[in-house]
């Protein structure tokens, strides 16, 4: 299951705006989406983050992601308007790159002297457990990369019977002010609370 049909309504189609924030550019899109289906981009744009003297980074990077949204609106919206029949978007999905993001890496292990089976649950709880979050920042994402059982990578791990077991978790968090700064400025110019923040390593368009 894509992270898309985990976040968006599971039958009716959803009209998405879609921000990419790096180091050096914001950029935007338009999109429609439906599930098991790829989303159809409508209009894309992109915007650089120029550095005036003696502004902090996150100024630029802000002013920026408000030149785009000003962008979209006034071009891409029209866009959206033609192919859906409204231009109103139902949801913005936010791809945050470094400075802004960044992303840990940890493995936890399962070991017993008898073999037990591997569930999900096991790992979810173990990942519960052990997610280290501190107040400056918030969880984008948190995804199992590798699995190993008895010594050996596996695709398909749960409902097995081992007696060793370890998975490599990928977290992404992001610097909760630049959160909350770009959720704000997103939310002025698209009139919508449902904003959804995720790592920089997802989907490009």
């Known amino acids: ?17 879609l921000i990419d924030v790096s180091a050096d550019s914001v ?3 338009y999109a429609r989406y439906k599930e098991s289906e790829l989303p159809t981009l409508l209009y894309t744009c992109r915007v650089p983050i120029e550095i005036r ?9 802000l002013r920026a992601l ?11 919206a029209p866009v959206l308007s033609r192919f859906t029949g409204s231009g109103s978007a139902d ?8 400075p802004w993001q ?6 936890e292990h399962f070991e017993r002297g008898t073999p037990f089976v591997f569930t999900r649950s096991m790992v979810a709880t173990a990942m519960e457990k052990t997610s280290q979050m501190t107040p400056d920042k918030i969880l984008a994402d948190e995804s199992i990369i590798g699995t190993i059982l ?3 990578e596996t695709r398909k791990p749960y409902g097995k019977k081992v007696r060793r ?3 490599i978790i990928l977290t992404s968090l992001i610097d909760k002010n630049i959160s909350e700064s770009i959720v704000t400025g997103l939310r002025s110019l698209f009139h919508t609370k449902n904003i959804f923040s995720i790592a920089g390593s997802s989907p490009r368009w």
């Open 1 to 17: 299951m894509s992270f898309l049909s985990k976040i968006f309504h599971p039958i009716r189609a959803e009209s998405l705006v």
């Open 27 to 29: 950029g935007g899109a």
């Open 53 to 61: 003297k003696d502004e902090p980074h996150k100024s630029a990077m």
């Open 66 to 76: 408000k030149a785009l949204g000003d962008i979209l609106i006034r071009d891409g």
């Open 91 to 98: 949801t913005i999905l936010v791809s945050v790159d470094a």
């Open 102 to 107: 960044e992303t840990k890496v940890r493995t």
């Open 150 to 152: 008895n010594g050996y």
């Open 165 to 167: 077991a370890s998975v």
